[in-house]
Each structure stands twice: as C-alpha cells, then as structure tokens.
C-alpha cells in the first residue's frame, strides 16, 4: 500500500491548482531567481515533457501464488474506468470497501475485492488513483488488469506511477530513488538509508545548499547591476566566505559516498591466512551466523568465494580468497592465499592464523598490502582449549607490527565461539573509519548523487578561485555559481529531468 504520510504531504498545493496531470507551462522561466530561504523545490514544469493524461494500470505485487495481490489505477480516468468495473461506484475518497470486480463486457464476476479511491491530488501519484486489492495468485489479477484495459486504461511502464508523483510534485527524484532503493533493500543497513532519504534528509540538505547558491547569486546579481560601487554594499569576501560554507559542506556529503557505497553493496571484508588455517570454515561459519543475502549485485571478484551477510549495522560482503591456490594472481612468495587486488579493495581484513604465532605472521605480511583496519583473528580456538598451553606465541601487539591492530579476536568455526565478538568487531572498526549508518545520516548512496555533488564541488572552487585570487569579472564568476546550482537541482530532478527521469526509473518494477 501507499505511504498515508506522504498523501497526506502533498495536500498542501502540490498541484499548483493546476488540473491534476496537467504539465502545461503557465510561466516564463525567470533567468534568476531568487527565492526565500524556505522556497521549496518543484519539478520546473515548463521544462518537463509532457505528461500522458491517460490512465495506468499494473498489478503492483509481484507476481506468482499469493494471499492478495493489489492492483493500481492512476490518471485523469481512473474514477471513470473502476466505475466500468467495480461495484457499487462511486466510493468516498479514502475509505476501504469490499466490492464485486466484474469485467466491464462481460458482466463476468472476477472476484471480490477490497477499493480504496483516491481524489487528487492526495495520491501517490497526485493524480485519481483507485487501489483494488484482490485475491492473489496469477489469475485473479490478471483479468482484473485485463478488466481494466478493456475499461480504458493502458498498461503502465517500469516506474510510471512513481515517475507521475516526482513529476507532479509529490516527492523530488532523491526521493524517488529511496522508493526504488528501499525495493531493493535487503540489509538493514540499506533499509534504515532508504527511509531516510524518502523521509528526505539528503533532499533537505541537498535543497539548503541549493538555497544558499540562490543567494549568492542574487548577491552577484547585485555587484552586476551596480558595477560602479566600488566596495559595492556586499564585500567581495562576504560572498567568498558564503562560497566557502557551501564548498565545505558539499564535502561533508561527498564523504558520505564511500559508506553509502558499503551500505550498498556490502563492506568487503577479505578473509586471509596461510593455507589450512581454517578460512573456509570461518566463511562458512560467518555466513551461516549471520543473515547471507541472496544479492543480484555482481561480485566484484571472481576468483573468489563471495557472499552478502547482512550483520545488522553493515552488509558485509565476505571474501573468501582459499580458490586462489591456482591462479597467478595469489600472493604465493608471502605464502598467503590472498592476492593484492583483494587486499587493496577490502574495508576490514581478518588475518587468520591456528596459532598466535601464525596470526602474527599473517598480520605483518598482509599490513604492508592494505590500507584497510587489519583485525587479528585466532582461528581453532576450540583445539586451544582443550591443550591450553600449546599455544604460547605472544599476543600480537603495536610493537610487533607497524600499525596498531584494530581488534584481536579468538573463534571456533566448530563450536561458533567468538563469531558475534568478531562481528561486532568488524561492525566497530567500520563505524569507527566510516561513520556508523544511522537514520539520521543522509547516505549519498548512488554514483548519480555523487557525480552532482562533485560537479557543484568543482564549479564552486572554480569559482573561489577566480573570485579571490585571480579577480576575475563578477559575470564570468557567476556562470560558475549557475553551473553548480544546475548540478544541484538536477540532482533534486528541478531541471532537465527527462534524461535523468528515463535513467533512474528503467531500473523500477512495474508497478511502482
Ligand atoms: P583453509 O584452507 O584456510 O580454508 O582451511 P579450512 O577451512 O579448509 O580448514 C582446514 C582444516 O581445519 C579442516 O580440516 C577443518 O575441519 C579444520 N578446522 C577449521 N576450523 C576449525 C575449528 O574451528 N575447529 C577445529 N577443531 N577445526 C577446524
């Protein structure tokens, strides 16, 4: 079902008055505008292409056998086209009925189902939107749908429902992205991040910068219309430091990109050690302890064992290099089964030895090979308790090894002793370098996000730079502060969406 809330959201003019569906522009573009700092963002209209005003329809659950399965109807039609196939119609907005679904021909009964219609622009969409939730399976919905094409309505592509709501204001395309984010979701990490930008915590800081540009601009805007004042009211480092402000905290969201890529597609987490130590086992042991993820996500390796465990606070995507024996890739001269590639990619790497002697040697040889946290892992400690004193190499230390060791933990693939100890290492030494993915972090999760914010980051210091080193004019200036504003809002899906729009929802299911 829908978000109530976010229905809710849209009450308040999300429409502009404007016939629901409508895209027609009733306004010049202004060449600068100058907003309040609490203007909020809406699709540019004049600039979108122009929206259907027919009516969609799609089965929005997947298919195949199933208790319900919903179907969903939006579009300047959607009250006319149920009424040729739900009894009785109308209904009141808002509230659910049980109703007979009858083929609009035919008079044929379908099946009886639950509606719930919707006025605009208090929909998902903003548009008439008619919800039927049926009986599941594969045939009930798909005569229902077949019933409501024959009524009129044409079938919706991947992500066209959600494509209409972004384009009718109800939410920004940050937004829409967390909707096909929140799909895919199958980590915890990655769920929290979704709702978090559907709530739109990236939005809203993604849109405060934006605000921040818009006054700049105005403040230059000001320097070209009264060229003449030489000291002019605004003070040329009035607006550098504004510029500045704005450059530090589009880095502080770009850093967020490396843990919004871990939430992602997992932490890699390498496991190595010399041969027989006792990796597979552990492997299998985390992944079996943990939740594994059957992931669409390609692997990034492919000479390796790989698997998604979702550990709570981080996926982690664990390697496990022991298929490496026969590739030349492996690392044989150190005599640890785990070749630099992987050990350059890896966020943590456990470096596993039978002994303490043999954890030592693999820390000092796999440091050297990673800028990743190395965390000592002890593996067989199950053997180590039943001959306590056999194993007397000392405890990995600082003095030992170049760099502190992050953790030292001791387990048993066997008994599942020191498992959640090592999970929970691993999930500290990631918050402690990353920061820890709550719900209140705006993630920027996906390389689109990134390539916005790095082009407002490069235009912004171009602009710096020109402006209080090399002096130059205020309007060439400008032209900097325009091009990141047009990153930022291309970002937010303001302007030239059509492309950024075809991209971001081929990848949604239809439905949605
Ligand atoms: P790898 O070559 O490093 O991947 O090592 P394996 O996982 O194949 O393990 C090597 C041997 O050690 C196998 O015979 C395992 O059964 C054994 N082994 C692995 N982990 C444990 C453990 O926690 N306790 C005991 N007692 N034996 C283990």
């Not at 992500?159 to 209409?164: A, D, L, P, S, V």
């Not at 205020?474 to 899906?493: C, D, K, S, W, Y």
Request: charged share 25%; aromatic share 4%; proline share 6%.
């Amino acid at each position: 079902m829908t978000d109530e809330s976010r229905r809710d959201g849209g009450r308040n003019g999300s429409n502009d008055g404007r016939r629901p569906g409508s895209t027609m522009p009733t306004r010049p573009r202004p060449a600068l505008r100058v907003s309040g700092p609490r203007t909020a963002v809406r699709p540019d209209r004049e600039r979108l292409p122009q929206l259907g005003d027919d009516t969609i329809v799609a089965v929005a659950t997947p298919a195949g056998r199933g208790a319900l399965a919903m179907v969903r109807l939006s579009g300047r039609d959607a009250h006319q086209i149920a009424g040729r196939v739900v009894q009785p119609w109308p209904l009141p907005a808002r509230y659910a009925r049980l109703c007979a679904l009858r083929h609009p021909a035919s008079g044929e009964l379908i099946d009886r189902g639950v509606v719930t219609s919707y006025d605009a622009p208090e929909s998902y969409t903003g548009e008439q939107t008619v919800e039927i939730v049926t009986h599941g399976g594969y045939s009930v919905p798909a005569a229902l749908l077949a019933a409501l094409v024959a009524a009129g309505a044409r079938e919706a592509r991947a992500g066209e429902f959600t494509r209409r709501a972004v384009l009718n204001g109800k939410m920004d395309l940050l937004q829409a992205e967390a909707v096909g984010d929140l799909i895919d979701a199958r980590s915890q990490a990655m769920h929290r991040s979704a709702l978090a930008q559907l709530d739109g915590g990236l939005s809203r800081r993604v849109q405060r910068l934006r605000e921040h540009l818009v006054e700049i601009e105005a403040l230059l805007a000001y320097d070209i219309d009264f060229p003449e004042e030489d000291d002019g009211p605004v003070p040329r480092d009035r607006i550098a430091s504004a510029c500045a402000d704005v450059l530090l905290q589009l880095g502080v969201l770009l850093r967020t990109g490396r843990a919004g890529e871990m939430v992602r597609e997992g932490a890699v987490v390498v496991i190595a050690g010399a041969p027989n130590v006792g990796k597979s086992s552990l492997f299998n042991a985390l992944v079996g302890r943990a939740r594994a993820i059957v992931t669409d996500v390609p692997g990034t390796t492919r000479d390796a064992i790989e698997a998604v465990v979702d550990a709570g606070e981080w996926p982690l995507r664990l390697v496990d290099t022991a298929g490496l024996r026969a590739t030349d890739d492996v690392v044989e001269r150190i005599g640890i089964e785990v070749s630099e590639r992987y050990l350059k990619d890896a966020h943590v790497v456990l470096a596993c030895g039978d002994g303490w002697a043999a954890v030592n040697d693999c820390v000092r040889r796999v440091q050297p090979l990673t800028e990743a946290p190395v965390i000592g892992v002890r593996t067989k400690a199950d053997l180590a308790m039943k001959a306590p004193g056999a194993d007397d190499a000392p405890l990995p230390s600082d003095e030992t090894h170049g760099r502190a060791l992050e953790h030292v933990v001791a387990v048993s693939a066997e008994t599942g002793w020191g498992l959640r100890e090592l999970l929970d290492a691993v999930a500290e030494v990631l918050s402690r370098r990353y920061g820890a993915p709550t719900a209140e972090t705006p993630l920027v999760t996906r390389e689109r996000q990134l390539r916005s914010l790095e082009e407002a980051r490069t235009e912004l210091a171009a602009f710096l730079q020109g402006w209080g080193e090399e002096g130059i004019p205020t309007p060439v200036a400008a032209v900097h502060v325009r091009t990141a504003m047009g990153a930022l809002e291309e970002l937010i899906g303001t302007v030239d969406v059509e492309d950024v729009l075809d991209k971001v929802f081929s990848t949604f299911c239809v439905g949605k």
